[in-house]
């Protein structure tokens, strides 16, 4: 049976090569992909990643190649992101305790969220593409973390990149609000790796400079005592697998963090990568 994927995107911008690598390994395989953003809008590649002569700053090279630009540049034109799932539409969001009537509305929304399963059920993973448009629109999206809790609680595996890793870290259960990477071994965009200065977003004309969290500090913390992140810099690439989590540090990761979730899919992998 053909496998398939949900990619969850920014509506603020993605970074090319973190969509098209993973999104090249799956196609490899003859997979089925659905894309899905918060609102429903298409998603668009951050300009950077389109531009082979941008430098990186803590990198001081380029990380973009020609060949990853024109691949981005082609699913950008193409239709395949044109339709996405609305995930305001597709996911009900918890009432605010101070709503009337919240426990009837508490127990509405249950009811609905459990409904989601049939959807969930005709996926095999799920995938979170990085870049910075995740820190607006998917860190703290509760209907990311819930999507994220439904795909766990139906036995299925969950793989993020970069700044998409934080939403592993933020989502937890209601009850016991510990992160479900506790114990688990994730890498994620490094504290050397992030910008002193630049960080910005597609539709805001805004440099905020800096990132506003280091994530290398919040995946240290989520992971607790029993568990790690590894940020592995002065090494090429980073990408783990401590299933059911397959996490790609950046965007240099991207490809074989494709591959690594292909594996899990076909073969079973369950741990690599430290």
Same mark, same amino acid.
């Given at each position: 049976m053909t496998k398939k994927i949900l990619i969850l995107l920014s509506e603020w911008g993605y970074w090319g090569e973190e969509l098209v690598g993973p999104l090249s390994k799956f196609d490899e395989r003859g997979y089925s992909v659905d894309f899905a953003t918060p609102t429903g809008k298409k998603p668009t590649p951050l300009p950077p990643s389109l531009q082979p002569d941008f430098i990186d700053p803590p990198l001081g090279r380029s990380v973009v190649s020609t060949e990853v630009a024109e691949m981005t540049r082609k699913v950008d034109e193409s239709d395949r992101l044109d339709h996405p799932i609305n995930m305001k539409d597709w996911l009900?969001?918890?009432?605010?305790?101070?709503?009337?009537?919240?426990?009837?509305?508490?127990?509405?929304?249950?009811?609905? =969220?459990?409904? $989601?399963?049939?959807?969930?059920?005709?996926?095999?993973?799920?995938?979170?593409? *990085? *870049?910075? *448009?995740? $820190?607006?629109?998917?860190?703290?999206?509760?209907?990311?973390?819930?999507?994220?809790?439904? =795909?766990?609680?139906? *036995?299925?595996?969950?793989?993020?990149?970069?700044?998409?890793?934080?939403?592993?870290?933020?989502?937890?259960d209601w009850e016991n609000r510990k992160s479900i990477i506790w114990g688990k071994n994730v890498t994620g965009h490094c504290k050397e790796y992030d910008y002193k200065d630049g960080t910005g977003f597609n539709g805001a004309d805004i440099n905020i400079g800096p990132p506003p969290y280091p994530l290398e500090y919040i995946l240290r913390d989520a992971t607790g005592p029993d568990g790690a992140y590894h940020g592995r810099y002065g090494h090429k690439t980073s990408v783990m697998v401590d299933y059911p989590f397959i996490t790609g540090r950046s965007t240099p990761d991207s490809f074989l963090t494709g591959q690594k979730i292909v594996e899990v899919l076909e073969d079973g992998l369950t741990r690599w990568g430290w």
């Open positions: 009900p969001e918890r009432p605010y305790t101070s709503d009337d009537n919240y426990l009837r509305k508490l127990e509405q929304y249950n009811d609905d =969220f459990d409904k $989601i399963s049939d959807d969930i059920a005709k996926y095999d993973t799920m995938l979170i593409v *990085g *870049g910075s *448009g995740p $820190i607006v629109d998917l860190a703290n999206n509760e209907r990311v973390h819930n999507l994220i809790l439904a =795909f766990l609680k139906a *036995g299925k595996p969950v793989a993020a990149e970069c700044y998409g890793v934080a939403c592993l870290a933020f989502a937890r």
